[in-house]
């Protein structure tokens, strides 16, 4: 069967004709198909042509979910328009079946993650924040301008999709759900727009400057009329593409603001463009008067210079933390019936059910989250986690889906597929923090927005005084107070650095699920440590089981490992791994209290597991014995009294006591809290050389006491692991979360240590506090400028050229300040591995 991209009946009649076409866009994601390509996915009865086999497994599985409508809108080149109504393409968005793909519904609405295309600043990032906003039966809405996202939450019963995405082209902008492929497309032409309106904006600058040379040099009667004027129309000639076309993202995005009554920053600089090359075209056409026209051309080009290395420096920041969302292959081997057979089938990753056993050759990457069940190797979480070491893998370690296999073929039997994994969840992170808006930007931007207010005030007051004063001033002033004092330094200050910041602490292992918390990490004044999973590997073993009962030990084992299997707490696995093996109980009415323990039915018998206080408590008067010294005591009691107590090793991090050091260097407190017996807490704090310890906290405790040091004055910083930790975390001024830790914890926090290295800790800290200097640094530099230059520019002692440079400058400045961010973090952490390395060897 011909493969072909398209459905007209021209290509039909043709089969079997050898023909020359013009490019086939990709069924899937738009892009050109390259001549030769053997890859096509059936649909409506029509082979359509993909660009490559990534492209082929997404189509196959969107068409096997029944979600082939989605293509309707997406058989078009990326970034190109439709031919179609725009009503009638957004009204597939409505469809149930498709929603599948990209929105959450929950208790409180439906949620979907949108890409905006055609945002070019943060102002227009807030005007499409107000437009959705305000639309009835809309819940909230986020927008962030550094990753182009929308994160929208909206009641179904009373508003639409369909209606919201319509509302954000009634302003001039459109919306998709999310994709990479899209953000890919947009991305590449993004850049290749703002080149080519930079290409043309520096030749025609440079060619204007040379024109202009001789006015400025050639002294009084040295240059004939006739030869000033030839050169006033060379340079109108040369000037108008810089201003129809390289301006014309200027001149858009003020009239778009205007026709919604709010003053953006492309306001001021569209009117000093609009005014200075208008005077300059009179001035031309009347053969007198002064001409501005080097002016124009040099602070269009510097202008878009400063927002095109902006440009750069976001996506660059957005593709660091994007990659995750690529790192599940489009493929996997699945093996049709093993162990009885190794006979393997390709299929989508997609596909992949749990149950499923899977074969991963060395260099392939583990499609979803499993267990080895066959063969020995090493496993890279690198790209995930920022962890070079790789890890090693043997039958029963667990797997992520992202990481890629080192050595030797691994049989994998697949848990945990799409939104239930690691990976799926560490992306909802990404996702939650790039539709967040900082605090700071919010402040930015109201400030942006005041002051271009105050501009357009001004300039109008100084071109009356100057039009009574002297008239031939009166135009030269104006053009310089609109150009000189643009905010345009002041809107960029904060955001390029934010997210560059954010990308590179991504790069190191240290997912920030919340903007705020780049701030709160920067002004930390206590950082709170949790013991188990935290401070400790979080991987106890049992180490030692006392009876104080009449039932035997391996009965006592049974019931703790039936009762712990509910539990994501680190001393659940204990008691899985210590009772592999042992025959299964039947547990009912099983009851989690927080910062206690357990409590359960366990063939009929009610039984609670935890503290002395809380497994005993249903036999007062029993007692207890003493604490298992450095070991965590757990008690196992029912209604007769305590049945056995079980005595958890678990190892400290090898780097907590560089951590803790590294944080008083930094005049960071450090405080242990632990709902732990007091003896295995004090030592763990002994060994890491934590002064402030508290042990036996409860989850209720621990938020006393975060509250407590709050009150005080105190910015607290708390690093957990369990779901005990949950309440804390939320309280916190900053909360941050272990990679292995629980989920629920994860997700309350604002922040991920993936690679489980405490080490990345205090670096984050550094790099925190760093990158809230360079944005002091950006925004007292912005709001320095501007007071400077004003009384300059009213006094008509700037002249419009120098004001071009002086903004334009000013505007390059913050942005090059703020990618100096970029791999500073990742340097010095190299330094200090290969400092370790250096003297291990030693």
């Not at 520096?202 to 009667?221: E, K, S």
């Not at 029993?622 to 005595?647: K, R």
Request: net charge neutral.
């Amino acid at each position: 069967m011909p493969v072909s991209g398209t459905s007209c009946d021209c290509c039909a009649a043709a089969s079997g004709a050898e023909r020359i076409a013009a490019p086939v866009a990709c069924f899937h994601c738009g892009l050109p198909v390259p001549p030769g390509t053997p890859y096509a996915v059936q649909a409506g009865g029509d082979a359509r042509a993909v660009c490559c086999a990534g492209c082929e497994a997404a189509a196959s599985a969107v068409i096997g979910q029944g979600l082939g409508d989605d293509y309707r809108l997406r058989d078009r080149p990326a970034g190109g328009s439709s031919s179609a109504d725009p009503g009638e393409d957004l009204a597939l968005y409505d469809d149930p079946e498709l929603q599948r793909g990209f929105v959450r519904r929950g208790r409180n609405g439906s949620e979907a993650l949108l890409l905006l295309e055609g945002i070019r600043c943060a102002a227009c990032a807030w005007l499409n924040e107000q437009a959705i906003s305000r639309l009835p039966g809309v819940l909230g809405v986020e927008v962030n301008f550094a990753a182009h996202r929308a994160s929208v939450r909206w009641d179904p019963s009373r508003i639409r999709l369909s209606e919201i995405l319509a509302a954000v082209r009634r302003i001039g902008y459109r919306a998709f759900p999310y994709d990479p492929a899209r953000v890919d497309a947009l991305d590449r032409g993004e850049r290749r727009d703002a080149l080519w309106r930079l290409f043309v904006a520096g030749f025609g600058m440079m060619q204007v400057m040379m024109y202009a040379l001789p006015a400025y040099i050639a002294a009084d009667g040295e240059m004939t009329g006739d030869i000033e004027q030839l050169l006033r129309w060379a340079s109108l000639a040369l000037t108008l593409p810089v201003v129809g076309y390289s301006a014309a993202p200027f001149f858009k995005g003020a009239w778009r603001d205007l026709g919604l009554s709010r003053l953006g920053m492309d306001v001021p600089v569209a009117l000093g463009i609009a005014v200075a090359f208008g005077a300059s075209v009179a001035a031309t056409l009347a053969g007198a008067g002064e001409v501005y026209f080097d002016s124009v051309a040099m602070f269009v080009f510097l202008l878009l210079l400063g927002r095109y290395l902006g440009l750069l420096g976001r996506q660059r920041a957005a593709r660091t933390l994007q990659h995750l969302g690529r790192l599940v292959p489009d493929f996997a081997r699945r093996l049709r019936d093993f162990p009885r057979s190794l006979e393997t089938e390709r299929v989508a990753a997609v596909a992949l059910k749990a149950g499923d056993h899977a074969l991963i050759k060395p260099g392939e990457t583990f499609p979803a989250d499993g267990t080895v069940v066959e063969g020995f190797g090493a496993a890279s979480e690198a790209l995930l986690s920022g962890e070079a070491r790789p890890k090693a893998k043997r039958p029963g370690d667990a797997v992520i889906a992202g990481a890629t296999n080192l050595s030797s073929p691994l049989v994998v039997k697949i848990e945990k597929v799409g939104q239930d994994t690691v990976l799926s969840s560490i992306l909802r992170l990404v996702e939650r923090a790039a539709a967040e808006k900082p605090r700071l930007i919010e402040l930015a931007d109201k400030a942006a927005s005041w002051f271009v207010l105050l501009v357009l005030v001004l300039a109008s007051i100084a071109g009356i005084f100057w039009a009574a004063a002297d008239a031939t001033l009166a135009l030269p002033v104006v053009v310089a107070v609109l150009v000189a004092t643009c905010p345009c330094a002041l809107s960029l200050a904060t955001p390029v650095a934010l997210t560059v910041a954010v990308a590179e602490l991504a790069g190191r292992g240290i997912v920030v699920a919340r903007h705020q918390a780049l701030e709160a990490l920067a002004r930390a004044t206590d950082v709170v440590f949790d013991k188990t999973g935290t401070l400790t590997r979080g991987e106890p073993r049992l180490a030692e089981a006392r009876i104080h009962g009449r039932v035997p030990a391996g009965r006592c084992l049974a019931i703790a490992a039936a009762i712990e299997a509910a539990s994501e707490h680190p001393i659940g696995k204990a008691f899985a791994a210590a009772g592999a093996g042992i025959a299964g109980l039947q547990v009912a009415d099983i009851r989690n209290v927080p910062g206690a323990g357990l409590e359960a039915r366990v063939e009929g018998r009610r039984y609670r597991i935890g503290t002395p206080a809380f497994a005993l408590e249903r036999a007062p008067g029993s007692g207890a014995a003493a604490e298992g010294g450095e070991n965590t005591v757990v008690w196992l009691g029912d209604e007769s009294g305590p049945l056995a107590s079980f005595c958890l090793g678990d190892e400290l991090r090898h780097e907590a006591g560089e951590v803790v050091a590294a944080l008083r260097a930094l005049g960071v407190t450090v405080h242990l809290l632990s709902g732990d017996g007091e003896g295995a807490t004090r030592e763990v704090a002994r060994r890491a050389g934590i002064d402030i310890v508290q042990a036996r906290a409860t989850p209720e405790h621990k938020r006393r006491y975060v509250a407590d040091l709050q009150r005080r004055g105190r910015a607290v910083a708390m690093v957990g692991d369990g779901i005990n930790d949950a309440p804390v975390l939320a309280r916190a001024d900053l909360s941050l979360a272990m990679g292995g830790g629980a989920r629920l914890a994860q997700m309350r926090s604002d922040a991920v240590i993936l690679s489980e290295d405490l080490r990345e800790l205090p670096r984050a800290v550094e790099h925190a506090r760093r990158a809230l200097r360079v944005v002091r640094q950006n925004v007292a530099w912005a709001f320095a400028y501007n007071l400077a230059v004003l009384p300059l520019a009213l006094s008509g002692m700037l002249t419009p050229w120098a004001a071009a440079i002086g903004m334009s400058g000013s505007s390059l400045l913050v942005v090059l300040n703020a990618l100096r961010l970029q791999g500073k973090l990742r340097g010095r952490a190299a330094r200090t591995a290969i400092s370790e390395s250096a003297m291990s060897q030693a």
